[in-house]
């Protein structure tokens, strides 16, 4: 970092070495600058990151049996309720295996309860009634086991929402398990990025999320974290879902959608530390300095001031030498002197543009 700290420096004092052979402005004449202000790091935004929308609850229904998919009885995009059928199994074989097992079921039930009579009436022995007692209880899970194999040839819906995809298609043979439909509530929705290994270890320091959509224009959507993974996937990047604070138009906001989060810090050990434009700060004659302008004489003053380092957005932190919301000046810097006078380059209206009015 310090190496790219001296090389913005050095380019910064290049720039002003060039300055130095071009014409030089009158102490007293008033030049014409852009001002920024400087901000408190705990004022600026620490990040953002690439976020997508998700549904709060998504489930892949799988049959619990294998076969074969006789009939899918929806197509993605359709609703479905919690218990509706969205598929059916060929379930010949497990209707001939329930049958076979009901009869067994009979025959067994029938010789249980003529040993359990015969013990009643001391004809029997008890070990003769245990294994009768046994049996029966045997086969009478036997039978509960094939009636659940045949009814779950009919796959149901676990929840209320949209069909997202469909896996599989009638005539193909599926194991247990194997997901055939996914469906994604029709609750709530929620956003999901991925953050880095040193953004989860400062995880508690960021303090305020939100998140804005082309779809929806500049309105924010503030955040809060639902729940983040503790292992880092295959690219060491960890899974943090959010959910909105405020209502949000399913119609408008659906599944699927790309967002930037916007993440804010709080950094006690920051206190102090100012962002300023890059282009605000000055190399001369070994000193690192800005220029302060002061509104009541209309001048600027030469300060020098302490970098701490450069941030990705091209922006410098000043550990010392600057407050949060003094105005320096942010371009131009090489073209004006300490206690010259300036003209500050007004910005235009968002509701004038051109000066019309």
């Known amino acids: 970092m310090n190496r790219w700290i001296n090389f913005v420096l050095g380019a910064i004092l290049l720039g002003g070495m060039i300055s130095c052979g071009q014409k030089k402005t009158s102490q007293d004449e008033a030049v014409t600058v852009n001002l920024a202000v400087a901000k ?43 218990g509706q059928v969205v598929a059916v199994m060929d379930a010949r074989d497990y209707q001939v295996q329930l049958a076979a097992t009901q009869a ?9 309860e003529r040993v359990m009579a015969l013990y009643a009436e001391g004809n029997t022995t008890a070990s003769n009634n245990d294994k009768a007692r046994f049996g029966l ?29 469909k896996f599989h298609e009638a005539g193909e043979t599926v194991g247990a398990g194997m997901p055939v439909i996914s469906v994604f509530g029709s609750g709530n929705t929620e956003v999901e990025i ?3 290994a ?23 959507f503030p955040l809060s974290v639902v729940r983040m993974n503790q292992e880092a996937n295959s690219s060491q ?36 530390i100012v962002n300023v434009p890059s282009s605000a700060v000055l190399e001369q004659k070994g000193k690192t300095q800005v220029f302060v302008y002061d509104e009541k004489s209309g001048k600027v ?15 410098m932190q000043v550990r010392q030498g600057l407050k949060s919301g003094e105005k320096v000046v942010a371009s131009g810097v090489h073209h004006v002197r300490d206690g010259q006078p300036v003209k500050v380059l007004e910005r235009p209206s968002a509701s004038n543009v051109g000066g019309l009015l």
């Open 301 to 315: 003053n030469a300060r020098a001031v302490t970098i701490s380092t450069v941030n990705r957005d091209g922006t």
């Open 194 to 196: 991925k953050i880095s």
């Open 104 to 112: 067994e079921y009979a025959q067994v039930k029938a010789d249980a």
């Open 137 to 165: 209880q045997q086969i009478t899970q036997k039978l509960a086991n094939h009636q659940n194999q045949l009814a779950d040839t009919r796959l149901k819906s676990t929840i209320d929402g949209y069909v997202q995809t």
């Open 237 to 272: 990047l960890y899974t943090v879902r959010l959910r909105f604070l405020e209502p949000i138009d399913p119609k408008k906001i659906t599944p699927g959608m790309t967002t930037i989060v916007y993440a804010q810090v709080s950094n006690d050990e920051a206190s102090g």
């Open 40 to 82: 408190s790091i705990n004022e600026v935004d620490a990040t953002t990151f690439t976020g997508r929308t998700k549904p709060a609850s998504e489930v892949h229904l799988a049959f619990r049996v294998a076969g074969q998919i006789e009939r899918l009885l929806v197509k993605e995009g359709d609703h479905v309720s919690k």
């Open 198 to 220: 040193s953004d989860f270890a400062h995880i508690e320091k960021f303090v305020d999320f939100s998140c804005r959509f082309d779809v929806t224009g500049d309105k924010a």
